[in-house]
Each structure stands twice: as structure tokens, then as C-alpha cells.
């Protein structure tokens, strides 16, 4: 797997993490008990009150701790962000090494891949200081926030974004095993994960710009058919 997950035992239960960049924090946040209510929570609030809302006075509040001990985890509330949502790209790319670990068809491990892709998330308690459910939503909401800066080339150079640039390179060599001829395969992979969230938002918020109707898990069926299609005819297959 070309993610590196590390395995520990809690009351008899496995648990994993994932191994993250180190520029993503000051103090990795897996490590102790404190820095996983920070994870935990702050998911939590990101999701109900939007990034611009949250702010580390509130969450020190909400964990009983001070802002100050947050500050040794995390420098602002942009690089929490940043590490939030690189975990949730490096989980996703986890969970694709693990399923289609003895597949042999790239066409089907392509389609299990957008499957997870654009899947309703459920809790996944391997991770139990993560909300995978509500990290979609932030995902869906706020992920574009994390690039969309100033510091952009800066955060690119400490390697912020690697997450996201390995999943995308992991799903294209997949497209590269199918047609060894198509000449966009980082292009059109990058474009369908962001479409994947996009189209999430825009039946939700926005629903002349789709045509995925939000509505108990249709919306995510509906993206997973749509990107499917769209990779498949892109690829001529």
C-alpha cells in the first residue's frame, strides 16, 4: 500500500493511523489523547458552524482545554483545516489499496474506486477519533479553502497537498492500465474528484448547475454513475 498506516491495539481492538506529513502540524495530533479530541471535535464544529465561525477559542471550550494548547498542534485554524482534509484524501486512498488489493480487472478496481469515491460515508471505527461523515461534509464545503489562498506555492512546496496529488496518481494509473494511450489521465482524475464533491454541493445548494437531485442516498448514487460514465466514455471503454 503506498499509504503507511500504523497498527495499535486498544481493549483488544486494532486500531490504525495514518502516517501524515509533518508539515501538517507542529505536534502529530494522533499521538496523544488531547490532540485526538482535537481532531475529534473540531470536525464536529467545522461541520456545524463552517470554517469562518470556528475558531480555537470555541473548540478550547468545547474540549475543556486553552487555546494555547491547541497552538502547539496546530499554528492557525488554515493548517488544521489543511491536515483535515489531507487525512480524509490519504484515508480514501487507504481504503482503495485495501479493496482492491486482489482485484485483478483495472476497469473493476476503477469502478470500486469511484465507488468509494463518491460513497455516503458511514463511521469507520478502525479511526475512532474521526467522523468520516462529517469530514465528507467538510470535504464537500470547505476542501476548495485549502488551496484557494495566497500561501498556496508555499503550502505546495511543504508537500500540504500530497494527499490529494497521491490519490489522484494512484486512480490514473488505474485509467493508465485501461488505456495506455489516454494522454490526460492526471487531468481528467483530478477533475472527477473534485466533481465529486461539486456536484454534491450544487444539488444541495446550487440545483440548476446538476442533474443529481440531494435526496437520501441518491445524490452519491448518482455521482458515482455520472463519474463512472464520464471516465469510461472519456477513456473510450
Not at 456545524?48 to 475558531?55: D, I, N, R
Request: aromatic share 10%; hydrophobic share 40%.
Amino acid at each position: 500500500m503506498s499509504v503507511k498506516v500504523v497498527i495499535t491495539r486498544d481493549q483488544g481492538m486494532a486500531l490504525l493511523r495514518l502516517e501524515m506529513n509533518a508539515n501538517l502540524f507542529l505536534r502529530d495530533p494522533q499521538e496523544t489523547d488531547l490532540g485526538r479530541k482535537i481532531i475529534d471535535q473540531s470536525i464536529r464544529m467545522i461541520d456545524e458552524l463552517g470554517l469562518e465561525a470556528f475558531t480555537f477559542k470555541k473548540l478550547s471550550k468545547e474540549i475543556d482545554s486553552t487555546e494555547a494548547s491547541i497552538y502547539r498542534y496546530f499554528e492557525n485554524k488554515h493548517k488544521l483545516l489543511v491536515y483535515l482534509i489531507a487525512w480524509y484524501w490519504s484515508w480514501l486512498e487507504y481504503r482503495i489499496d485495501f479493496e482492491t488489493h486482489n482485484v485483478n480487472a483495472p476497469l473493476d478496481r476503477l469502478a470500486i474506486a469511484l465507488r468509494l469515491v463518491t460513497e455516503q460515508k458511514a463511521y469507520d471505527n478502525s479511526f475512532p477519533s474521526v467522523d468520516e461523515s462529517a469530514l465528507q461534509r467538510i470535504i464537500t464545503n470547505e476542501s476548495d479553502k485549502t488551496y484557494l489562498t495566497k500561501q498556496v506555492d508555499s503550502d505546495n512546496k511543504e508537500g500540504l497537498f500530497r494527499g490529494f496529488k497521491s490519490l489522484c496518481t494512484r486512480i490514473a494509473e488505474i485509467i493508465l492500465e485501461i488505456n495506455p494511450d489516454y494522454k490526460y489521465a492526471h487531468s481528467l482524475v483530478s477533475t472527477a474528484l473534485q466533481a465529486a464533491h461539486h456536484q454534491v454541493f450544487f444539488a444541495e445548494h446550487l440545483p440548476t448547475l446538476t442533474n443529481h437531485k440531494f435526496s437520501a442516498g441518491k445524490v452519491h448514487q448518482q455521482n458515482y454513475e455520472f463519474l463512472l460514465d464520464l471516465i469510461k466514455k472519456a477513456i473510450k471503454v
